[in-house]
């Protein structure tokens, strides 16, 4: 039986992201822990791939959005002493749960431990990473009083260990460095409320780890750039080291015909052929996550561009071919093909957007490939 039997998929380059998370190891040298950042399936790329590339290449903890996704984690292979630690709230109630599959908590309220507290018994403490808000304005705590309220029921109940204070950088990865700046002083500040200093100290996502790599306390949270994405357009000139993009999406032709001048193309009839055009169907759409939006945007097909004509169906769209080319051809939507090349970065751009989005929103059902060494070693196919 197939892995999957539709003609689109997704690959996933796992020496990409090995590359790309042993550059920043490099980068931020021995003393400082990698944290690789795996939240909305990996950005897309694969959970538990990427979880495992990442640790063979050096990291040593991951890091999820909410309590649910570090439990796949677990339940794919994550063996119990690989610290997970979730960047999200969590509800109390949970905690007992966490505790017991070795899931650190991010905390920034003391009333939560209150709640925590009478769910449970613990067999295990629980580990908690205290967040500060130094200026992201989502979660954290913001005062020397909340601080203390936490620590002094932290040392009243066994249950909890402080294991980690962390914040988060609203603008690390644009030039301008004041609202950087502000931040880190302010953490600075903030990390002196606390009695002691826990083993973990963290403030770095990839655009601070990049660009100030003597400035991470002990850990960095190394998302984007793992998959080998810049974090902004303008940090793109400030990047220490290259970066190797791991996504690409590729499909083939299902049907070639040609259209004589006036003839009408997709939904609303909006494409009208000038000329005598040969014409492809490539069979992704936007319950794909290849947005409607995507119309006007071109594609690879035997190294050429190619522009998407009219729009986008559900599961299908058109091209216009650069002269007649055989049902099946290889179609590149991201990636590269004889030199050419459509890069994330080109997506996000002609939707206005950023290039984080791209790979979260190509949805479960494209099937997912993962090469090692140009081979393939695995196939995910959400659908089967
Ligand atoms: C708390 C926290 N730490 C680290 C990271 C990794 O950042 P990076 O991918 O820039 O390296 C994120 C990403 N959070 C998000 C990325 O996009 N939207 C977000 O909320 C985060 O929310």
Avoid at 362 to 381: A, G
Wanted: net charge neutral.
């Amino acid at each position: 039986d197939q892995a999957f039997y539709r003609d689109t998929w997704a690959e996933i380059d796992l020496d990409a992201i090995f590359y790309n998370v042993q550059s920043m190891k490099q980068h931020v040298g021995p003393h400082v822990e990698v944290i690789a950042v795996v939240k909305a399936n990996a950005y897309g790329h694969g959970d538990i791939q990427v979880a495992k590339t990442a640790l063979e290449a050096g990291a040593t903890r991951l890091a999820v959005a909410f309590l649910d996704e570090a439990l796949a984690l677990r339940k794919k292979g994550v063996s119990l002493d690989v610290p997970i630690l979730v960047l999200g709230a969590t509800n109390p109630q949970y905690a007992s749960l966490a505790a017991s599959q070795n899931i650190a908590l991010t905390v920034f309220r003391a009333d939560w431990f209150e709640q925590a507290f009478m769910y449970g018994p613990y067999e295990q403490p629980l580990n908690v990473h205290i967040k500060l808000d130094t200026g992201m304005g989502r979660l954290g705590v913001k005062t020397k009083e909340e601080v203390q309220r936490i620590v002094n029921i932290v040392e009243q109940k066994e249950s909890f260990v402080i294991e980690g204070v962390y914040t988060h950088f609203a603008t690390a990865d644009e030039q301008n460095v004041d609202y950087f700046s502000f931040q880190y002083d302010t953490f600075m500040h903030m990390l002196e409320w606390l009695p002691a200093k826990p083993p973990l100290i963290h403030c770095a996502n990839s655009a601070a780890g990049l660009r100030y790599p003597d400035r991470v306390f002990n850990a960095v949270r190394l998302g984007i750039s793992m998959y080998g994405l810049a974090p902004s357009q303008e940090m793109k000139p400030l990047l220490p080291y290259p970066l190797k993009e791991a996504f690409s999406l590729h499909s083939r032709l299902t049907h070639v015909k040609k259209v004589k001048a006036g003839e009408k193309i997709s939904y609303g009839a909006t494409y009208e052929a000038k000329v005598d055009e040969w014409i492809g169907t490539v069979p992704i759409g936007y319950a794909d996550g290849w947005l409607r939006r995507m119309q006007h945007f071109s594609v690879l097909v035997d190294g050429k561009r190619a522009p998407i004509v009219g729009r986008v169906c559900m599961d299908q769209m058109m091209i216009r071919l650069p002269y007649e080319l055989p049902v099946g051809t290889k179609v590149t939507l991201i990636g590269e093909q004889k030199g050419e090349r459509i890069s994330v970065d080109d997506v996000a751009t002609h939707l206005n957007t950023i290039n984080y989005e791209i790979p979260c929103t190509i949805s479960y059902r494209v099937p997912r490939i993962f090469l090692k060494n140009k081979s393939i070693i695995e196939v995910r196919n959400a659908v089967l």
